[in-house]
């Protein structure tokens, strides 16, 4: 009897325990930066996405996302994973920032993945790119501004992958990285004359997708990619025409458009980032033009911000 009690007891205290340690879900994202390159309080571009719980991919590095990690209070000792959609500042300014915080955040060496798109050499008006891996190079290479860092606090290697994100490139989404289920895709994006890149997580029939900047001519791609993602994170930027200026629609899409591609994609849910003041004053309008052809949830991004797909 009192063995069958205690028995019981073990059953009732290990079912308890279970019910009291949630299992972590498969992917979540956390917000470090939901604003642009405007001053605005909110940091610049910034994502971590949890895998199994664990803060894995770094998705671009705007100015502010430091604080906002450190705020977040996330382990950066398996961020080994750095996805930047293109290489304007406010996307990737604090890199240096974040990958020194790694290096002092203890542990053994350090490898990063980093990928990125290819460069571009502008004529005429068109600004000239280096590749993410010549960038990197210019960052932490042998020559580099901060070449110390390669051996600081610790051993770091940095391994760098440019993808093509030219006129040529492929219109089919390219796997870049797979590992237990895990795996990133890639796809060119569009943002004027910088080469841009849209990326794809899935883990476990979970999905995000980020836009990056994009203006129309990516939206076939984002498209392709972006099909039956659990989440769909949109940079929002511009009103619909004529509400922004006009050269801002070479950069970025405006929200009608992002509500059909929405609805074109069967995304199953939508976050608007990378806001301006513009958008963020006029967010009833937003939210109504995506609305005419989007019915899924569609919420507004802040720093800190954590959601589960
Ligand atoms: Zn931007």
């Known amino acids: 009897m009192f063995k069958l009690s ?19 879900p498969p992917l979540e994202l956390v917000v ?12 610049g571009a910034g994502y971590v996405v949890l895998v199994d719980g664990e803060p894995r991919i770094l998705v671009d590095a705007g100015p502010g996302t430091f604080v906002r990690l450190g705020e977040a209070k996330l382990s950066l000792a398996k961020i080994d994973t750095v996805l930047l959609t293109h290489l304007h500042i406010d996307h990737t300014g604090e890199l240096p920032g974040i990958f020194k915080a ?19 050499h502008g004529e005429g008006e068109d600004a000239t790119f280096p590749s993410t891996s ?18 600081f606090a610790a051993p770091m290697t940095i391994k760098t992958t440019d993808i093509d994100a030219s006129t040529n490139a492929s219109k089919s989404p390219t796997v870049i990285h797979s590992e237990h289920g895990l795996q990133i895709s890639t796809i060119a994006g569009h943002h004027g004359d ?28 984002l498209r392709h990619i972006a099909q039956h993602s659990s989440l769909l994170v949109f940079n929002s930027v511009v ?13 970025h899409t405006p929200p009608k458009a992002i509500g059909v591609l929405a609805a074109d994609s069967q995304v199953k849910r939508l976050l608007l980032s990378h806001l301006s003041p513009t958008i963020d004053q006029a967010r009833a309008s937003v939210e109504a033009s995506i609305r005419e052809h989007y019915q899924g949830p569609v919420a507004f991004a802040e720093d800190g911000m954590r959601l589960q797909p």
């Open 194 to 221: 910088a080469p841009a890149v849209i990326y794809r997580i899935d883990y476990r029939h979970q999905s995000i997708t980020f836009s990056g900047d994009i203006d129309a001519k990516g939206l076939d791609n």
């Open 6 to 24: 205690r028995y019981v007891a073990i059953l009732i205290f290990a079912a308890a325990n279970s019910m009291a340690t949630p299992v972590a």
């Open 134 to 151: 010549r960038f990197i190079d210019l960052l932490f290479g042998p020559a580099g501004a901060y070449s110390y860092l390669h051996d």
């Open 239 to 251: 009103l619909d025409p004529p509400g922004s200026p006009r050269v801002l629609y070479t950069l």
């Open 32 to 43: 470090l930066g939901s604003g642009g390159p405007g001053a605005t309080g909110r940091a």
């Open 102 to 120: 790694r290096v002092v955040s203890g542990g053994g060496p350090i490898h990063f993945q980093v990928f990125g798109p290819s460069g571009h």
